[in-house]
């Protein structure tokens, strides 16, 4: 039974191979088998082929070596620096270099550039600023830039408002400068006659007790730093008295100022919360709080210190000293000390006086030492100084102020007098004549010449503007002293002017109470001297201010005469307007008044013409004055 099953048995292994001999050995089908064979025989071989190939091994179109193939990422880590090392490239590299170094140097082209501009703006703007304010040239550059930071401080016009605080800031730096021996004071000798014992040196007590004859005064009781500058030169001596002067201005200004020591903030000294400012003035939005008063100190010194310096320092010439004390008796009129003003006024003409006599070398002062009312010598006798006639109006105008209106009105009078006998300037009538001299020369010259003169295009011009652009402005010459007579040239005329509208204010003040003859002699002279003032304006607006007799040594003196014209104008169209409007007021008041009564008596009276015109019309003062109001806005200055 066994051998019987055993064939079985194999028959059926037999049977299994026989089926998957053809499967391995015939991979393509004969070309003799009938389609349906050969289908059968194309499925079975496809489904062969997924089992035979290696299907998960991707085809590449290129040889795969290991330097160029990318690793598989397997995690987030590892995609990340797969993807780091995918955009990173060498190409990229070169690219991001390129950029970076290209933006590094556009970025440092415009920072040089933005760098040099404000330079080259600073440096002209530093050259219009010594052009305009001129400095000595042996000063330090820095005490040159901060002095002239400081002079163009109180002129500039696009600030509301000047910053005293800098410019007393920069005046006092600069003075500081000036005295330090190892910067810009080398040399400075100390005033030994002023200084007493055990006093730090230099520190002299004095105050101006006493005047001499001669300009010297009595001093005592004042401490002060006092120099002898004799051995400077002219141009640092000048420097030293701008700089004292420009810090006594900026004192005025700051004299009511205090400086929270906290803060180091400048406050109003209404501001200040304490016991002796029970009402303290609020201050503005957004600004700091307000200081306390044991915070607080003074933010400057007096304006007396600096007045005082100048007169007590030699080395100054007598009108630099001169115009330090009528300076300083303005302040103190402002301040309400009438005595003390009076003694600085008469230092001032005591100081005129001294230098009238050193350039004249003989004689007594040309006015009377008790009245101080010019004397009147006659023609051709010694006139007076230039000095003189200012010390003498700044004085008579104090005695104004003051209420001695009969003390006054004499000395102007007299220096009015003295001023319109004064000559005409030479320089005038020389300029008048090379003026028609050049003028008949041009008109005989041919054209060809004519268009070769008027060129700008000369060897002359372009020399001279190398020369200015290229080359330090000289400092310009010592002005005048003021010891000689004046000459009667526009700027005189203009001062004369001046003296109108003074005694023009007295006449129409002092008359005020009166029936109306003093305010008419009044606003007649202020009538003249608005009417000089334009005429001489005029002239001087001519080609080159030659045109009005302006007489001067240069254009400054030109600038100057149109300076004093155009303020005398200024304050010469405000009075007159402010007086024509009261005399106008007054007499529609009385006007009023007149038709009150005339309704009252009687109001069938009126006549027909009364419909048509007026009884009484406008002057032509207040026409004028309508005109000059609507026309013109004048400075608020009053003389």
């Given at each position: 039974?066994?051998?019987?099953?055993?064939?079985?048995?194999?028959?059926?292994?037999?049977?299994?191979?026989?089926?998957?001999?053809?499967?391995?050995?015939?991979?393509?089908?004969?070309?003799?088998?009938?389609?349906?064979?050969?289908?059968?025989?194309?499925?079975?071989?496809?489904?062969?082929?997924?089992?035979?190939?290696?299907?998960?091994?991707?085809?590449?179109?290129?040889?795969?070596?290991?330097?160029?193939s990318?690793?598989?990422?397997?995690?987030?880590?590892?995609?990340?620096?797969?993807?780091?090392?995918?955009?990173?490239?060498?190409?990229?590299k070169?690219?991001?270099?390129?950029?970076?170094l290209?933006a590094?140097?556009?970025?440092?082209?415009?920072?040089?550039?933005?760098?040099?501009?404000?330079?080259?703006?600073?440096a002209?703007?530093?050259?219009?600023?010594?052009?305009?304010?001129?400095?000595?040239?042996?000063?330090?550059?820095?005490?040159?830039?901060?002095?002239?930071?400081?002079?163009?401080?109180?002129d500039?016009?696009?600030?509301p408002?000047?910053?005293?605080?800098?410019?007393?800031?920069?005046?006092?730096?600069?003075?500081?400068?000036?005295?330090?021996p190892?910067?810009?004071?080398?040399?400075?000798?100390?005033?030994?006659?002023?200084?007493?014992?055990?006093?730090?040196?230099?520190?002299?007590?004095?105050?101006?007790?006493?005047?001499?004859?001669?300009?010297?005064?009595?001093?005592?009781?004042?401490?002060?730093?006092?120099?002898?500058?004799?051995?400077?030169s002219?141009?640092?001596?000048?420097?030293y008295?701008?700089?004292?002067?420009?810090?006594?201005?900026?004192?005025?200004?700051?004299?009511?100022?205090?400086?929270?020591t906290?803060?180091r903030?400048?406050?109003?000294?209404?501001?200040?919360?304490?016991?002796?400012?029970?009402?303290?003035?609020?201050?503005a939005?957004?600004?700091?709080?307000?200081?306390?008063?044991?915070?607080?100190?003074?933010?400057?010194?007096?304006?007396?210190?600096?007045?005082?310096r100048?007169?007590?320092?030699?080395?100054?010439?007598p009108?630099?000293?001169?115009?330090?004390?009528?300076?300083?008796g303005?302040?103190l009129?402002?301040?309400?000390?009438?005595?003390?003003?009076?003694?600085?006024?008469?230092?001032?003409?005591?100081l005129?006086?001294?230098?009238?006599?050193?350039?004249?070398?003989?004689?007594?002062?040309?006015?009377?030492?008790?009245?101080?009312?010019?004397?009147?010598?006659?023609?051709?006798?010694?006139?007076?100084?230039?000095?003189?006639?200012?010390?003498?109006?700044?004085?008579?105008?104090?005695?104004?102020?003051?209420?001695?209106?009969?003390?006054?009105?004499?000395?102007?009078?007299?220096?009015?007098?003295?001023?319109?006998?004064?000559p005409?300037?030479?320089?005038?009538?020389?300029?008048?004549?090379?003026q028609?001299?050049?003028?008949?020369?041009?008109?005989?010259?041919?054209a060809?010449?004519?268009?070769?003169?008027?060129?700008?295009?000369?060897?002359?011009?372009?020399?001279a503007l190398?020369?200015?652009?290229?080359?330090e402005?000289?400092?310009?010459?010592?002005?005048?002293?003021?010891?000689?007579?004046?000459?009667r040239?526009?700027?005189?005329?203009?001062?004369e002017?001046?003296?109108?509208?003074?005694?023009?204010?007295?006449l129409?003040a002092?008359?005020?109470?009166?029936?109306?003859?003093?305010?008419?002699?009044?606003l007649?002279?202020?009538?003249d001297?608005?009417?000089?003032?334009e005429?001489?304006?005029?002239?001087?607006?001519?080609v080159?201010?030659?045109?009005?007799?302006?007489?001067?040594?240069?254009?400054?003196?030109?600038?100057?005469?149109?300076?004093?014209?155009?303020?005398?104008?200024?304050?010469?169209?405000?009075?007159?307007?402010?007086?024509?409007?009261?005399?106008?007021?007054?007499?529609?008041?009385?006007?009023?008044?007149?038709e009150?009564?005339?309704?009252?008596?009687?109001?069938?009276?009126?006549?027909?013409?009364?419909?048509?015109?007026?009884t009484?019309?406008?002057?032509?003062?207040?026409l004028?004055?309508?005109r000059?109001?609507?026309?013109?806005?004048?400075?608020?200055?009053?003389?």
């Open positions: 039974m066994l051998r019987q099953q055993q064939p079985h048995t194999t028959v059926q292994r037999l049977v299994v191979v026989r089926r998957r001999t053809p499967l391995l050995l015939f991979r393509s089908p004969p070309a003799t088998t009938t389609p349906t064979t050969t289908a059968t025989t194309n499925i079975s071989t496809t489904t062969a082929r997924s089992f035979t190939r290696h299907t998960n091994l991707p085809s590449h179109t290129r040889p795969q070596l290991p330097f160029l990318v690793p598989l990422a397997r995690n987030r880590r590892q995609r990340q620096q797969q993807q780091q090392f995918r955009y990173l490239t060498t190409e990229r070169r690219w991001l270099a390129h950029e970076f290209t590094g140097k556009y970025t440092a082209y415009f920072w040089a550039l933005l760098g040099f501009s404000v330079v080259a703006y600073w002209l703007q530093q050259e219009w600023l010594e052009r305009r304010y001129p400095t000595p040239h042996e000063w330090r550059f820095l005490t040159r830039m901060r002095f002239r930071l400081a002079k163009w401080a109180p500039r016009a696009d600030v408002h000047p910053d005293w605080v800098q410019v007393g800031a920069y005046a006092k730096n600069v003075l500081e400068r000036l005295e330090d190892s910067v810009d004071g080398a040399g400075l000798q100390l005033r030994r006659d002023l200084s007493s014992g055990g006093e730090g040196e230099g520190e002299g007590f004095w105050k101006i007790e006493e005047i001499d004859e001669d300009g010297t005064t009595t001093t005592t009781a004042e401490k002060s730093h006092v120099y002898d500058i004799e051995a400077k002219e141009p640092w001596r000048r420097g008295y701008e700089a004292l002067m420009l810090c006594a201005r900026a004192a005025e200004h700051l004299d009511d100022q205090v400086v929270d906290t803060r903030l400048v406050f109003p000294a209404d501001q200040v919360l304490g016991p002796s400012n029970p009402n303290p003035k609020p201050i939005a957004g600004s700091p709080r307000a200081p306390r008063e044991e915070d607080c100190e003074r933010a400057y010194e007096p304006p007396e210190v600096f007045y005082r100048v007169l007590a320092t030699n080395g100054f010439t009108k630099q000293k001169m115009d330090a004390a009528l300076e300083h303005a302040w009129d402002f301040k309400g000390k009438p005595d003390e003003a009076e003694l600085a006024y008469r230092l001032a003409l005591v005129a006086a001294a230098g009238e006599r050193a350039a004249a070398a003989v004689g007594p002062p040309t006015y009377d030492e008790k009245t101080y009312v010019l004397r009147d010598d006659g023609v051709g006798k010694r006139k007076p100084s230039a000095n003189v006639f200012t010390c003498l109006t700044a004085l008579a105008v104090h005695k104004a102020r003051a209420g001695d209106v009969a003390a006054a009105l004499p000395i102007l009078v007299s220096i009015l007098r003295a001023r319109r006998s004064l005409s300037s030479p320089q005038q009538q020389q300029q008048q004549q090379q028609s001299i050049s003028t008949n020369d041009v008109e005989r010259r041919p060809s010449e004519k268009t070769s003169a008027s060129s700008p295009w000369t060897t002359e011009n372009i020399t190398a020369k200015r652009v290229l080359f402005p000289p400092y310009p010459p010592p002005p005048d002293d003021g010891s000689a007579p004046p000459v040239d526009a700027r005189g005329l203009c001062e002017a001046g003296l109108n509208l003074y005694i023009g204010e007295i129409y002092g008359e005020g109470k009166g029936k109306g003859k003093g305010r008419e002699d009044g007649a002279w202020t009538r001297a608005v009417d000089i003032a005429e001489q304006i005029h002239k001087l607006s001519g080159g201010g030659g045109g009005g007799g302006g007489g001067g040594r240069g254009k400054g003196d030109i600038q100057q005469a149109k300076k004093t014209c155009k303020e005398c104008l200024d304050a010469g169209l405000e009075n007159w307007r402010m007086m024509v409007e009261k005399l106008a007021r007054e007499e529609r008041e009385k006007k009023k008044n007149e009150t009564k005339a309704a009252g008596a009687g109001a069938g009276k009126s006549s027909w013409f009364g419909l048509w015109g007026e009484n019309p406008p002057s032509q003062d207040v004028k004055a309508k000059i109001s609507l026309d013109y806005v004048p400075k608020q200055i009053k003389l």
